[in-house]
C-alpha cells in the first residue's frame, strides 16, 4: 500500500529544467529518506510534491488520487505537512499563534505538541522572531504536525542548528516515527541520523532518481559516488 | 509606556466621558461630535480588519459606507413617504426602525462586500487599490445619477429613525447607540484578531505561501475578511446617514474611503483602538482647525506626514510600544 506515489516527474524554473524524472513512494508509517548532494532537485522534489511547483510531466499522488491541478493548500489539506527549508515561522506571531493559526482537528493539540517540544510549551506566549533558530526550527514543524498530517516533509530540518538542538529534533522524528505511525518524508545531510530511523533512502542525482532501496542497504560506494562523503 | 489594554480602557472611558460632561453642561454640539467620532470610529475599525489584520489596502470602502447610508434612506425615505419600495412580485414597504435598517444595511454591505471582494481580490497591491477604487466610484456616479432618490442632491430624512425604548431625536440617547455599535464591532475585531481565522489572515499577510503550505487558502480568508469588513462598514454607513437625517453620493466617494485609511493611519494600523484615536482626533482637528481655516485640511496633511515619519505605530504605537498585542 502506498500513501504517497511519484511517477517519473519532471519539473522546470522558466526555461530551466531542474527534474528530469524523478520516481519515488512513500507507504503509511515508513520513513523515506531523499537524498542527494546540494542542488540535484531534492527542494524541487518537495515543491512539486506539495503543489508549490506544477509538475511538466509525470504523476504526483496521494492515496491514489492524481494531485493534478491541486491548489497547494489543498495538498495540505488533504495530509501533507510540510517543513520548509529556513524555519519558516510567522515572526511577529506567539508561538501558540503560531500553532493555532495551522490547527486543524486531530491529536496534535498545543499539549501534544509541547509534549514533543517542551521548550516551545515553556514560550508559548513569546513571539516567534526571538526564538533562537533551533526553536524556530521546532515550531516550525510543531506547525506541520498541528494540520494533524498523514505524510510530515522535513526538509533540512537540522540544517544550521547547533549539535545539541539537532540531537533534540532527531529524538522528536524518532519518537514521531516510534510512537505515531507518521509516514515521514526526509531530507538530510546526515546519514548518521537518518540510519537511526529511516526505512528506505531515494538518491537523486542531477534531477533523476539514481539509486533507491532499503537504507541498510546503503554502501559506501554508493554514499561516495552520488553523496560525496 | 501605557500598557495597551490600559490605554484602550481610558480612551472608550474618555468618549463616553465628554458627551456625558456635555449633557450635564447642556452642550448637545458636542455630544452629536462624539456620536460622528464613534460613527466613523466603527466604519474605520471595518476597514481595519481587512487593512491591519489582512493588509488590503482598500481604496473602496466608501462603497460600503454609501450603500448603508442608502439602506437607510432609501427605507427611511418610503415609509416617510408612505410609498411602498416594491409592489411586485411581493410588497416591500419603507421602515422607521433601526434595527431593521441596520440589518438590511449589513447584508446589503455584506453581499456588495462578497461581488467586490471576489473580483479584487484576484489582484494585489497597486492593482488592489486601484480595482476597489474603481468599484467606490463606480457607485458614486451610480448614486448621481439615481433620480429615484435624489441624485446629486442626495436624500433628506425628515425624523430620526426610531429604537424601541429610545428617544432617538434626543442628541444622547443617539450617541448611545453609536457608542454600544462602537464597542459591539471593537469586541468583534479583538475576537476575530485572537481567532484562529484572524491568526491566519494575520499569517496571509506576512507570507502567502507558508500558509498555503498549512493548508489554508489565502483568497478565501481575505474574502471572509472582507465580507466582515464591508458588514461593519455598511452599519457606520446607516449610523451615519440617521446622525445627519442625510444620504449623498458624498458617502461614496473615494475621499471618505481615504478618510478612513487616515483614520487607521493616525491611530495606529493594526491597534485595535488605532481607528477610534484616529477617528476622534479627526473630528476634534476638523472641529478646531475648520474653525480657524478652510484649508484646515492641509494641517492634517502635515499631522499625517509627521505621524507616518515619526510614529509608524500610529498615536497608539507612540503612546503603548511598536508592537501590537490585539489585547
Not at chain 2, 480595482?131 to 445619477?145: D, H, K
Request: charged share 15%; with cysteine.
Amino acid at each position: 500500500m502506498t500513501l504517497l506515489s511519484v511517477e517519473r516527474i519532471e519539473a522546470a524554473y522558466g526555461p530551466a529544467q531542474a527534474l528530469f524524472g524523478v520516481t519515488l513512494d512513500v507507504a503509511p508509517g515508513e520513513v523515506l529518506a531523499l537524498l542527494g548532494r546540494n542542488g540535484m532537485g531534492k527542494s524541487t522534489t518537495i515543491k512539486v510534491i506539495c503543489r508549490l511547483l506544477t509538475a511538466s510531466t509525470g504523476k504526483v499522488s496521494l492515496d491514489g488520487q492524481d494531485m493534478a491541478g491541486w491548489p497547494s493548500h489543498r495538498a495540505a489539506r488533504a495530509g501533507i505537512g510540510l517543513v520548509p527549508e529556513g524555519r519558516r515561522v510567522f515572526p511577529p506571531l506567539t508561538v501558540e499563534e503560531n500553532l493555532t493559526a495551522a490547527a486543524r482537528p486531530g491529536d496534535w493539540t498545543l499539549a501534544t505538541v509541547s509534549d514533543l517540544f517542551p521548550r516551545l510549551g515553556e514560550r508559548l506566549g513569546q513571539r516567534a522572531a526571538s526564538l533562537s533558530g533551533g526553536e524556530q526550527q521546532m515550531l516550525a514543524i510543531g506547525r506541520a504536525l498541528m494540520t494533524n498530517p498523514r505524510l510530515l516533509i522535513l526538509d533540512e530540518a537540522t540544517e544550521g542548528l547547533a549539535p545539541v538542538v539537532r540531537q533534540e529534533i532527531w529524538a522528536a522524528i524518532r519518537r514521531l516515527k516510534a510512537e505515531t505511525g507518521l509516514a515521514i518524508l526526509v531530507v538530510d545531510k546526515s546519514l548518521k541520523e537518518l540510519a537511526t530511523v529511516a526505512d528506505r533512502a531515494v538518491i537523486i542525482e542531477g534531477g533523476r532518481s539514481r539509486w533507491a532501496g532499503d537504507f541498510a542497504e546503503l554502501t559506501p560506494t554508493l554514499t561516495e559516488r552520488y553523496l560525496g562523503v | 509606556m501605557i500598557r495597551e489594554p490600559i490605554l484602550n480602557a481610558v480612551i472608550m472611558a474618555a468618549l463616553l466621558a465628554v458627551p456625558l460632561w456635555a449633557l450635564w453642561a447642556g452642550e448637545p454640539f458636542t455630544i452629536t461630535l462624539a456620536t460622528r467620532a464613534a460613527i466613523l470610529a466603527l466604519a474605520a475599525v471595518g476597514l481595519n480588519i481587512a487593512l491591519g489584520l489582512g493588509g488590503l489596502v482598500s481604496l473602496g470602502h466608501a462603497a460600503f459606507f454609501g450603500i448603508g447610508g442608502y439602506a437607510m434612506g432609501i427605507l427611511a425615505h418610503h415609509a416617510q413617504t408612505y410609498t411602498p419600495l416594491m409592489e411586485a412580485p411581493f410588497l416591500i414597504e419603507g421602515t422607521k426602525s433601526m434595527p431593521v435598517i441596520w440589518l438590511t444595511a449589513i447584508v446589503a454591505a455584506s453581499l456588495a462586500a462578497l461581488l467586490i471582494g471576489a473580483l479584487s481580490l484576484r489582484t494585489t497591491g497597486v492593482y488592489f487599490i486601484m480595482i476597489t477604487l474603481a468599484f467606490g466610484q463606480m457607485l458614486y456616479y451610480f448614486a448621481i445619477s439615481w433620480p429615484t432618490y435624489g441624485g446629486e442632491d442626495g436624500l433628506s430624512i425628515y425624523v430620526r429613525n426610531d429604537f424601541p425604548g429610545l428617544n432617538t431625536l434626543r442628541p444622547f440617547p443617539f450617541f448611545a447607540i453609536s457608542y454600544v455599535a462602537l464597542a459591539v464591532g471593537l469586541f468583534l475585531s479583538w475576537r476575530i484578531a485572537k481567532s484562529p481565522f484572524g491568526l491566519a489572515l494575520s499569517a496571509a499577510r506576512q507570507n502567502e505561501a507558508r500558509v498555503r503550505t498549512v493548508g489554508m487558502d489565502p483568497y478565501r480568508l481575505r474574502l471572509t475578511a472582507f465580507v466582515i469588513s464591508g458588514a461593519i462598514t455598511g452599519l457606520a454607513g446607516a449610523l451615519f446617514a440617521d446622525l445627519n437625517r442625510f444620504v449623498s453620493p458624498t458617502m461614496f466617494s473615494w475621499q471618505m474611503s481615504g478618510e478612513f485609511i487616515v483614520f487607521i493611519i493616525l491611530g495606529g494600523t493594526a491597534r485595535l483602538f488605532g481607528p477610534v484615536v484616529g477617528a476622534c482626533l479627526f473630528v476634534i482637528l476638523e472641529h478646531w482647525l475648520g474653525g480657524l481655516s478652510d484649508y484646515w485640511l492641509v494641517f492634517l496633511g502635515a499631522i499625517l506626514l509627521l505621524v507616518v515619519l515619526f510614529a509608524r505605530g500610529g498615536v497608539i504605537g507612540a503612546l503603548a510600544g511598536r508592537e501590537a498585542t490585539h489585547d
